[in-house]
């Protein structure tokens, strides 16, 4: 898989975890509690064999920065949740209101 970074753009990471929703909790006070800079939308929910969380950064600096503050989560979980990562090259987030976020690095691709 490529990972080189295409001009302007964001970063997702994927986890999912073989946990319980409770666990999750542990997780979900680190994102809401704490200044998440680059973050720009967070999205959990459970599965069949756990929970899943969806990020998406402004880049991949940015979430190699909040990583080492989930690290000691992530590593006390019985197994360890092993992270699928892209570089986003559109993404589309709708706001209350008819607003949008647009992200598109097509124009850079070859």
């Given at each position: 898989m490529d990972l080189t970074t295409p001009p302007g753009a964001a970063f997702a990471i994927v986890h999912d975890v073989a946990a319980s929703w409770r666990d999750y909790r542990c997780l979900r006070?680190?994102?809401?509690e704490g200044d998440a800079p680059g973050l720009i939308v967070h999205a959990a929910g459970a599965t069949d064999e756990g929970f899943r969380t969806i990020d998406v950064w402004?880049?991949?600096l940015l979430w190699q920065a909040q990583q080492r503050r989930l690290d000691h989560v992530l590593s006390s979980l019985?197994?360890?949740?092993?992270p699928r990562q892209f570089h986003v090259r559109h993404l589309v987030v709708r706001l209350p209101g008819g607003d949008r976020f647009?992200?598109?690095?097509?124009e850079t691709l070859p």
């Open positions: 006070d680190i994102v809401d402004t880049g991949q019985a197994v360890a949740p092993v647009v992200i598109s690095t097509e």
